[in-house]
């Protein structure tokens, strides 16, 4: 199965949390274009019915839909994660993409509410979606776990440290997953992959027009990062599962 050109994930059932942003947005779009079904949640009903309608506008027949899900709330993700197998049938992917990020212009004086406020961001919604979605992705029979991270995760600068340590930590869960889903595959080997995508940070059109002179080097275009997302189901599991794929260069 390949992602290139529409109808490549006809069929697929993909739930992407965090889906209201630029890079949910986009995700969306992609993922539509392939043929998928998307689920999409977020914490702000109003952007998120935005991103839906634009999806669903672009790519004319597509099946995505749209609901606030409180992902602080492991009942309610695991309710949603319920509902999403119920309604479709099968579950074959979670996306993460619900981001956020604090930051110091010293070590010293970095807030410690700074770490409060991303462990519940970067770290909570990673355990609350793939405690969930788990089953699921086991059943599906092709479900990918897939974690947008960053490139500070693996070398923390002093004025990102609560940011650098969320990350991180949301990378060992999310390799924790994969072992998981190795152990449970036995010989056969992983029938589902939780995977990481690694970049320095995000720019789109918008962060363009804004600051027209800036060359945001090292930063990935959130369609370039759509594609990237769409392309872990081209690869068998085992390819995928408990890697990072660094869409920029490795510090």
């Known amino acids: 199965m390949t992602s290139n050109g529409t109808g490549s994930l006809d069929g697929a059932v993909i739930a992407v949390a ?4 630029p890079a949910g947005r986009a995700a969306l779009l992609r993922l539509a274009e392939a043929g998928a079904i998307v689920v999409a ?22 099946t ?29 992917g979670l996306v993460h993409l619900v981001g956020g990020w604090r930051g110091s212009k010293t070590f010293a004086d970095a807030p410690l509410a700074d770490w409060d406020h991303l462990h519940n961001l970067l770290i909570r919604t990673v355990q609350h979606t793939s405690l969930a979605f788990h089953d699921a992705l086991q059943r599906g029979g092709r479900g990918r776990y897939v974690l947008i991270s960053a490139a ?3 070398k923390p600068t002093a004025g990102n440290a609560a940011y650098a340590a969320a990350k991180a930590a949301a990378e060992a869960w999310t390799l924790a997953l994969a072992d998981a889903f190795k152990k449970e595959g036995g010989e056969k080997g992983p029938q589902a992959a939780a995977a990481i995508l690694v970049v320095k940070a995000l720019v789109h059109d918008a962060m363009r027009a804004e600051r027209p002179n800036a060359k945001f ?26 890697h990072r794929l660094w869409l920029t260069p490795q510090p």
């Open 64 to 92: 995505v839909t749209g609901e606030t899900v409180d992902l602080l709330d492991l009942d309610a993700t695991r309710q949603w994660a319920d509902r999403t197998e119920k309604e479709f049938g099968r579950v074959d």
């Open 18 to 21: 965090g889906a209201a942003g």
């Open 217 to 242: 080097a090292g930063f990935t275009d959130v369609k370039d990062l759509a594609e990237a997302i769409a392309g872990v189901w081209d690869r068998p599991a085992e390819e995928v599962n408990g």
């Open 41 to 62: 949640c977020d914490a702000d009903p109003a952007r998120l019915a935005e991103a839906v309608d634009a999806a669903r506008y672009a790519h004319g027949g597509a």
């Open 152 to 154: 500070g995760a693996s």
